[in-house]
């Protein structure tokens, strides 16, 4: 597929329903499991769980607007660009945050506020917040008109 310099109203909302889905089914897991009286170690797998849902669910955001282009994302730090850097430490270095030469990238200014070097395991208040940045800045600049 050619890059994509803007994505239809249908397309955003699309993904954003499929994101709210699955964020909404791992909170209502994790609410049920707060509310019994279950052992630590059930607490504690789910802790284990959550880092590698919302590593992928980062994936996943991703891939329903991969063929974004540079030209209109821009280089610097915005939410759009951690994401892509997110995913691309995810795939291919380990899950360790690693920096690129194109995006100027300021954990300060970030949304998750990693910095370069840390191994990635977002929460779930890490990955609402990182999607909700990126559906917003989705909307303004690719949007179609």
């Not at 759009?80 to 899950?95: A, K």
């Not at 300021?106 to 990693?114: A, E, F, G, W, Y």
């Not at 208040?125 to 800045?137: G, H, M, P, T």
């Amino acid at each position: 597929m050619l890059g994509r310099k803007n994505f239809t109203q249908e397309e955003i909302d699309n993904g954003k329903a499929t994101i709210n889905e699955q964020f909404a089914v791992y909170k209502k897991l994790s609410e049920a499991i707060a509310s019994e009286k279950t052992d630590k170690k059930l607490q504690s797998k789910l802790e284990d769980f959550e880092g590698l849902f919302f590593n992928n669910m980062t994936l996943v955001l991703d891939r329903y607007y991969v063929h974004r282009l540079r030209s209109v994302t821009g280089k610097d730090g915005t939410p759009l660009n951690e994401v892509e850097l997110i995913c691309e430490s995810l795939m291919n270095n380990n899950g360790i945050l690693q920096g690129q030469n194109v995006i100027k990238y300021k954990p300060d200014q970030s949304v998750v506020k990693l910095n370069i070097g840390d191994k990635i395991r977002l929460t779930a208040e890490e990955f609402e917040r990182l999607s909700a940045a990126f559906f917003v800045e989705l909307e303004s600049k690719y949007l179609q008109s």
